[in-house]
């Protein structure tokens, strides 16, 4: 590439977002994508796009463009309806082979959906993923190191994908210039959606869907979902979350009620007590679980193991209960109750019920 | 009876970050000082690998890439039961991102011969992107089961459940294909008697061990240079910045009854705001 291509190309493909459904559910995942991706496509100059595949779709792609699309490709094959790994990458696929302009960018939710597709349209196209951001951005970048001369250069423009590493202790920009798109996906609640504007102008564009035999090697007998159930852990205000001091299963309903003092809240776990089987495999924090974020945890007889402690030290105001006052996790809480939870976590529910109450009073005074 | 099936175990050695050996002051991790174990995530892969070898018949092979110390965890593999494990070791692998590992993988996977099944873990604790298995069913034209928490095999479909969002999927495979399996699949067993004490003979014989742990580098399995490591990764790390240190001024509450304690919590934060109202 010589130095004038590199500066000489001012039209810059989209910025294209792979929406995320789930039974003809739009996942709150895909708005966050588009409040980042309204951004970076600002930034850029260029135009936000979105996919969204399944069958039956109903106002969905409204949807879209109300909450940033400028335009919506609509892929509805009854064969999409439930997220497939090979039909959903050919399809994509077929999409970003089919523009004038390639796409500058493409990004997807850290999902179980997203991090299953991701790879697999990135390596079709040999281009560069970055799992997991917590920030996106768009700069410039000058390539200086000579050990592969093929990427030295200025670049303008690039995905600034900025994602936690090693443990949380570090953030790390991670960049792929060299190669369009440029992708990423997003953790969960880290990303702030648009307010939907149903008065926004946007295309919504039908496109081919060309299904092969080899796609149809996997098939999904059945969809099963807990409505209402789901552990949102990662876009929840309020964690509460109990460990191995908590002695036994039945003491987790007292995690479950404390957290149901709260409007948007989950309950988490350790390993420990993933691995005992007192609570299944999705509520674990950390190394081997998830990572969180949430405005408050509350740390329910949890020592604060360094494998636990990376899911969730970067939480805005750690609470931690724990009769142990030499217990880690003194260390990095904000807050720490030095008491059995027993007795501890039950008089936190009375109190907040009491100021609940309260303000539930003042709210029908005010109303008045 | 069913056929034997070949099966394949992808394995990764990590740093351990449990442990203080090798933590730089700056959050990086010195992987030459750092203590060095099993990726965690394996350990579920590996008894996945070795449920189907129990249950239907087959050998297993444990194909892990890394420098020469990553052969302690594929002798790790051969004390739990594997039949054989492939080393790739390559200086000119440093520095590989996660494509460049798929298709170096890739190249490892085509050499070793034919698979039925390949089983990866979810993600490694030292790259945490999930991103390799999918990338290499990708590069092998695979159908793939990721998150998968368990699955078991009839007439060479695989019956599995996946993860998702609050829920799972009951999904039906043909094989060959590629699973990572979840944290929620059945935890490894201890390692078998017959196993260690192979791999104590082992540690004493090297004609021995090479019979059993083969290692190759990229010329040994073809793979072009131009896609691996620093010139075959799409991505690089521009810049790091530490994230704020973690703690250290906790405000204790201790020592009164636990309606006090409390109250000087709920008091002083702002647990208040997210109350369900």
Known sequence: MTEEDK?????????????????????????????????????????????????????????????????????????????????????????????????????????????????????????????????????????????????????????????????????????????????ATTRPGQMTPLKPDPNRPGRIISIPVNIMTEDNRLIIAETLREIGKGVKLQEADVIVSGGYGLGSKDAFQLMYNLAACFANSAVGATRKVVDQSWIPYEHQIGQTGKTVRPKVYIACGISGAIQHRVGMANSGLIIAINKDVDAAIFKFAHHGIVGDVFQVVPEMIRQLEAVKQEKEVQTVVSAH | MPAPYEIF???????????????????????????????????????????????????????????????????????????????????????????????????????????????CGLQTTDGDTAQVGPQLAERLGLPQITYCQDFRIAADQVYADRIIEGGYQKIISQMPLLITVANSYHRLEYKSFHGSWKVQQLLRNTEEQNKYIQSVDLDVIGADEQRCGLKGSPTIVAATEKVGEIGGNCSMHEGHSAEELVGEVVQSTNLQEFLAI
């Open chain 1, 7 to 183: 500066t000489a190309n001012p039209v810059r493909g989209e910025v294209l977002i792979v929406a995320e459904q789930i039974l003809g559910e739009l996942q709150h995942i895909t708005l966050e994508l588009l409040g980042a991706g309204t951004y970076l496509a600002g930034k850029l100059g260029s135009k936000l796009s979105c996919i969204v595949l399944g069958h039956s779709l109903g106002d969905i792609p409204q949807k879209l463009v109300a909450c940033g699309a400028d335009t919506v490709y609509v892929a509805d094959h009854p064969e999409l309806n439930t997220y497939r790994t090979l039909p959903y990458r050919r399809v994509v696929c077929n999409l970003l082979d089919s523009m004038d302009t390639p796409a500058h960018i493409c990004l997807l939710g850290s999902t179980t959906t997203g991090r299953d597709l991701a790879p697999r349209i990135a390596a079709h196209f040999e281009t560069g993923l970055t799992a997991d951001c917590t920030e996106l951005d768009i700069g410039s970048y000058e390539h200086k190191s000579k050990l592969d001369p093929t990427k030295v250069g200025l670049y303008e423009g690039c995905l600034y994908a900025i994602r936690p590493a090693f443990g949380e202790s570090l953030k790390a920009r991670i960049l792929g210039p060299w190669k369009n798109p440029q992708m």
């Open chain 2, 9 to 119: 175990v992808l394995v990764k050695q990590v740093p351990d970050q449990g442990s203080k050996a090798g933590l730089n002051p700056d959050g990086t991790i010195d992987r030459a000082r750092a203590k060095r174990m099993l990726n965690p995530f394996d350990r579920y892969a590996l008894q996945a690998a070795l449920n189907v070898k129990k249950t239907y018949g087959g050998r297993v092979t444990a194909i892990s890439m890394g420098p020469p110390p990553a052969v302690e965890v594929l002798l790790e593999t051969l004390e739990h039961g594997v039949d054989r494990g492939v080393l790739l070791s390559d200086k000119r692998l440093a520095a590989s991102d996660t494509l460049a590992t798929a298709y170096a993988l890739y190249k490892t996977i085509i050499w070793a011969g034919h698979y039925d099944v390949i089983f």
